[in-house]
T-cell receptor, first 116, second 116 residues
Framework: EPEVTQTPSHQVTQMGQEVILRCVPI?????FYWYRQILGQKVEFLVS????????KSEIFDDQFSVERPDGSNFTLKIRSTKLEDSAMYFC??????????????FGPGTRLTVL | AQSVTQPDIHITVSEGASLELRCNYS??????LFWYVQSPGQGLQLLLK??????LVQGIKGFEAEFKRSQSSFNLRKPSVHWSDAAEYFC??????????????FGKGTHLIIQP
């Protein structure tokens, strides 16, 4: 299965601080997606990003969040002024190169964010 | 708006017995349907997907799923479960707007417990 990598695997931060979560999609793919999963709940879509622009975003993705592509291969999710309720697992996803083309999303291992 | 319902929060199955996990979706057009599996503390692994064509799709680890348009269902099956199948299973529906896949909508998941 294609590999998406994410760093860090676990991030602990104080409430009000800013965090940056990183993702390296499959083979420099131009598409990537961010999702979050609050403990014990379902996975929720946050945002999709294509070619340096936001393609789609959910109502969860408010001004507290931003996504960037700081270089050719890395993508980031920035959360400003973190709140306790931002504690969750954050997943990056990327389409595959062959199987299912752009329609199939492969997920990274996730970053567990804990806000204290 | 699209939605996914997984009516069973928990399912307990004896090792070696057959398994069926239910998934119902709501979507205006022909959906793209996925099943993902998540082991504790892990990311989401794609089990199988349906885009079009043959309504019975085969996936990894001996899983299969059948798309039934008339019932708006995409149930996951396995003829004989193994203890290693114990995990959380998520059904998801997606769409494709031409420029790329839209964000997936997930069900709340079914927690599978395997009895020895």
């Amino acid at each position: 299965e294609p590999e998406v990598t994410q760093t860090p695997s676990h991030q602990v931060t104080q409430m009000g601080q800013e965090v940056i979560l990183r993702c390296v999609p499959i083979s420099n793919h131009l598409y990537f997606y961010w999702y979050r999963q609050i403990l014990g709940q379902k996975v929720e879509f946050l945002v999709s990003f294509y070619n340096n622009e936001i393609s789609e975003k959910s109502e969860i993705f408010d001004d507290q969040f931003s996504v960037e592509r700081p270089d050719g291969s890395n993508f980031t999710l920035k959360i400003r002024s973190t709140k306790l309720e931002d504690s969750a697992m954050y997943f990056c996803a990327s389409p595959g190169r062959t199987s299912g083309g752009l329609r199939t999303q492969y997920f990274g291992p996730g970053t567990r964010l804990t806000v204290l | 708006a699209q939605s996914v319902t997984q009516p069973d929060i928990h399912i307990t199955v004896s090792e070696g017995a057959s398994l069926e996990l239910r998934c119902n979706y709501s979507y205006g057009a022909t959906p793209y349907l996925f099943w993902y599996v998540q082991s504790p503390g892990q990311g989401l692994q794609l089990l199988l997907k349906y885009f079009s064509g043959d309504t019975l799709v085969q996936g990894i680890k001996g899983f299969e799923a059948e798309f039934k348009r008339s019932q708006s269902s995409f149930n996951l099956r396995k003829p004989s479960v193994h203890w290693s199948d114990a995990a959380e299973y998520f059904c998801a529906v997606g769409s494709y707007s031409g420029g790329g896949a839209d964000g997936l909508t997930f069900g709340k998941g079914t927690h599978l417990i395997i009895q020895p």
